[in-house]
């Protein structure tokens, strides 16, 4: 479907925008996320690195007609009292001078906490050598080259004995890296011309995972956020519960935040999560407009 397409849709649509490519840590092209949301109708699709743009050039040319929205992942300070703040820029555009300048920044931290990794499995006497994917090493090629290598039978279970903060000490090799503030994220985000949105609310506070999510505070910091720079919510995420979606949906609209929806797709690394989220065109509409209206300036 074509921008002409979903204005006139009514029903339910297919969209992801939240989706990995070979450029961070997944296992599909950005051509071949395009041709697989072209077969499966999608009204969207975003490209969503981890920390780069380097897919967006292939995703963009790609062929097929979906539309296609340029994006970047950002892991940024999570706040006071918060774990974990992913934050999506959305329609972006990937030349922009100063976006390149910060994604720069946060690749020379993602490294020098990359060597502390190193180091910490040297010590361990696992002599470990994974592949990155362009400019990118990431925690998943980590726990990759740990399971091809026998250290591990699968990449969670790698992630669980080495790569988390809670991993057993004896065996824990994760290292904290650098993480841009909140606000200058915000302001280079839509310098370059993009939408700012929280990914998977859910992970906010690792205690969520096992006691529910906290909705009095998670809407009282949203509202904050708000007001700080924050346009949107994944409200809509593919391990969130019925529930969480639907609370986080009514969190967004009680503090005027757009709603997004995304699957968090990385393909062979990831293998349980299919790409693309069914939504209704009233819940998605105001983030498509939004994206028409930064594509026109």
């Known amino acids: 479907m074509g921008e002409d397409a979903f204005r006139g849709y009514r029903g339910e649509m297919i969209v992801d925008f ?10 599909v092209a950005p051509r071949g996320l395009v041709e697989m949301a072209a077969r499966g109708g999608f ?14 050039g292939e995703f963009l040319s790609a062929e097929p007609q979906v539309r296609k929205i340029a994006g970047v992942e950002l892991s940024i300070e ?8 992913h934050l999506l820029g959305l329609g972006v555009d990937s030349e922009n001078a100063a976006l390149k300048d910060f994604l720069k920044r946060i690749l020379d931290g993602r490294n020098e906490r990359n060597e502390r990794i190193f180091a910490n499995f040297h010590r361990l006497g696992i002599d470990i050598r994974p592949e ?5 090493l990431a925690r998943p090629h980590f726990a990759r080259w740990l399971v091809d290598n026998g250290y591990a039978k699968t990449i969670p279970e790698a992630f ?11 065996t824990r090799c994760y290292e904290e890296r650098y993480h841009p503030s909140q606000e200058d994220a915000f302001r280079v985000v839509h310098a370059a011309g993009g939408i700012c949105v929280m990914a998977h609310p859910k992970f906010w506070r690792r205690e969520w995972k096992t006691v529910g999510c906290d909705y009095v505070a998670a809407e009282r910091e949203l509202a904050r956020l708000r007001e700080a720079g924050l346009d949107g919510l994944e409200a809509y995420y593919q391990a969130n519960t019925p529930e969480e979606n639907m609370e986080f949906t009514r969190i967004a609209s ?6 997004s929806a995304g699957s968090d797709f990385h393909g062979a690394n990831k293998q349980a ?5 069914e939504v209704e065109e009233p819940f998605i509409a105001p983030l498509l407009e939004a994206l028409s209206c930064a594509s026109r300036r």
């Open 78 to 85: 999570p706040g006071e009292g918060f774990d974990r703040f």
């Open 43 to 56: 009204a969207a699709i975003a490209l969503t690195d981890h920390d780069n743009c380097d897919g967006v």
């Open 160 to 170: 669980a004995k080495y790569l988390l903060s809670d991993s057993p000490a004896e």
């Open 18 to 27: 939240h989706v990995h490519s070979t450029a961070s840590d997944g296992t």
């Open 132 to 136: 990155p994917h362009g400019d990118v």
């Open 273 to 277: 999560i299919p790409l693309g989220m």
């Open 254 to 259: 009680r503090v005027g935040l757009m709603k």
